[in-house]
């Protein structure tokens, strides 16, 4: 009889010396995308994330953001929280008419979307100065470097004029600046630090097999459901003894809407050697 074993080992985050270190480079973005469909009709949509968490939404017709977390607005006073919110507002409305003034001479076609990602990271509880990039149809265009716009390799000749008109803007350009060396950095420093109990928590999965549609004749597809576990690394392999199993296979991440997560893993095997399945239900740690 084959005594097959399912070993679950969840990798969680760990705490550092200073209950303010985070042990792993965490990333917060602004994403703003505003979608082209003709010369008088435009869209945006922007949201803010911690790594894969959303922490915040976006109202596109008053311009106010939304507070998807109880920690989400950090340390920032309603003050500074009002500042930033104009200015991505101002940002959203105005900048539309430069792509739609420049539509020959950057060769733009509608339908057209163009991304906007500004962002900084911290890594042991330091974060850094801020970036800000500008992407065309998915691929990168130009990005703020310093104290002025830089075309990407990728951006071409469209990328150079972009960059020339956008650095024309003095007063703009010197408000990004100051977001990405100071209010980035201390914003993004202040959620972590409000947002710590939540960030660093750790969430036991929890695991159950099940049979998946029959790969073929005299064969079982044995699936592996592993379920609510957080931080979102985990590590996660069938077993034969002390030998892994190979054919395994690995199915998505999937988030929660709790901010956990779900994964499966598949074993293709003969039926006749699944007799007897059990795997220890304490593995998770």
Avoid at 29 to 51: E, H, K, M, P, V
Avoid at 68 to 78: A, E, Y
Avoid at 184 to 211: D, H, I, M, T
Wanted: hydrophobic share 35%; charged share 15%; net charge negative.
């Amino acid at each position: 009889m084959l005594f097959l074993q399912l070993v679950l080992f969840a990798v969680l985050l760990p705490g550092g010396d200073s209950e303010d270190d985070f042990q792993e480079t965490i990333s917060f973005q602004i994403i703003l995308t505003t979608s082209f469909y003709n010369r008088s009709q435009t869209q945006n949509q922007g949201s803010a994330w911690l790594d894969e968490l959303q922490t915040h939404g976006w109202d596109s017709k008053t311009g106010a953001f939304i507070y998807l977390q109880p920690w989400s607005k950090g340390n920032f006073s309603n003050e500074e929280l009002t500042e930033v919110e104009k200015l991505f507002y101002t940002y959203s409305i105005r900048s539309p008419s430069v792509y739609h003034n420049h539509v020959t001479e950057w060769q733009l076609e509608y339908p057209f979307q163009v991304q906007l990602v500004l962002g900084c990271d911290s890594h042991f509880g330091e974060a850094s100065v801020g970036f800000m990039r500008i992407a065309y149809q998915g691929s990168d265009l130009m990005s703020f470097q310093n104290t002025s716009w830089w075309p990407s390799p990728e951006g071409g000749s469209r990328a150079q004029q972009v960059c020339t008109v956008f650095n024309q803007y003095h007063v703009s350009s010197e408000i990004v600046h100051k977001l990405l060396i100071d209010s980035c950095p201390r914003f993004l420093l202040g959620l972590l630090n409000a947002g710590k109990a939540y960030l660093q928590r750790q969430v036991r999965p929890e695991a159950w097999l099940s049979a998946g549609p029959s790969p073929g004749p005299g064969r079982l597809l044995l699936v592996c459901h592993v379920s609510g576990f957080y931080p979102k690394p985990v590590w996660v392999m069938w077993m034969r003894g002390e030998q892994k199993q190979r054919g395994t296979q690995r199915g998505d991440l999937l988030p929660h809407a709790d901010g956990t997560w779900y994964l499966q893993m598949s074993l293709d095997v003969k039926a006749r050697e699944a007799a007897g399945l059990s795997w220890p239900r304490d593995t998770a740690v």
